[in-house]
């Protein structure tokens, strides 16, 4: 990789994109904020008992959510490769096939979380098992190891594939095809990236601790880190790959 790329150059890049865009940035996040909230208080009434009509409201949520999302990074993409050129309202849009994969993705990931909990559930009524896991309870020093275990494995899975967003709005990259693009893109740099992973943690964490409001900056700030990072790795890989970019093999 090229040996240029730094931590402390991304957050100047990330700063000063976020400083001169800031109304743009803060305005379309506001403005998805609030389209979200009032889908979901809107679909809270709508749901009722469950049937058809709360999958159809369950999934226009998702649709809307991953829209959000995407062109939060479309409009950063073109923050960063078309600055001089207006922003309009369809080049923040993402296509079908974008949020199809995102989508996709976002089921997956639910689906290996639920699968995981049913598992636990199943565990616990094991009688060695549930024993097993109240003496770690009861245990300060076993169950402090334990989360830093499962924080330590957290980081690194989210490390490896937490450019797939950006690949998706970035190459058009289908939902595996942008997992294994993450997984090649991040293979060096490894410390770089999980420091960088660790300042947006930290900046999330510094949103919520100001009574929840702070996110609201915070959080399109730290997206902005990430596409930024993800731009100098990507220029730096095909430096490295005679033009090509990371594949999905």
Known sequence: MEKSFSVIEVLETSWE????????????????????????????????????????????????????????????????????????????????????????????LGFIVATFNLIYLKLLTISSFSNFINQIKETPIALELLAVVAFILLMMVTMRFMFFPCFIVDDDSG?????????????????????????????????????????????????????VTYRKLVNSYVQEHDGQLPSAE
């Open 17 to 108: 994109i976020t400083k001169k865009n800031f109304l743009v940035i803060i305005g379309y996040s506001v403005t998805a904020f609030i389209v979200l909230a009032l889908m979901q208080f809107t679909s809270m009434f709508l749901i009722g008992d469950g049937g058809f009509l709360s999958f159809i409201i369950l999934f226009l949520v998702l649709i809307l959510n991953s829209m959000a999302t995407l062109g939060f990074y479309k409009l950063t993409f073109h923050l960063i490769d078309k600055e001089h050129e207006d922003i309009e309202v369809k080049s923040v849009i993402p296509t079908w096939k974008n949020i199809s994969s995102f989508i996709t993705l976002t089921l997956f």
């Open 175 to 227: 939902s595996i095809e942008s997992l294994r693009q993450s997984r090649a893109l991040t293979q060096d740099n490894l410390l770089r990236i999980v420091t960088v992973l660790l300042i947006v943690v930290g900046f999330i964490v510094l949103g919520f601790l100001a009574l929840g409001v702070g996110i609201i900056v915070t959080y399109p700030f730290t997206n902005v880190i990430l596409v």
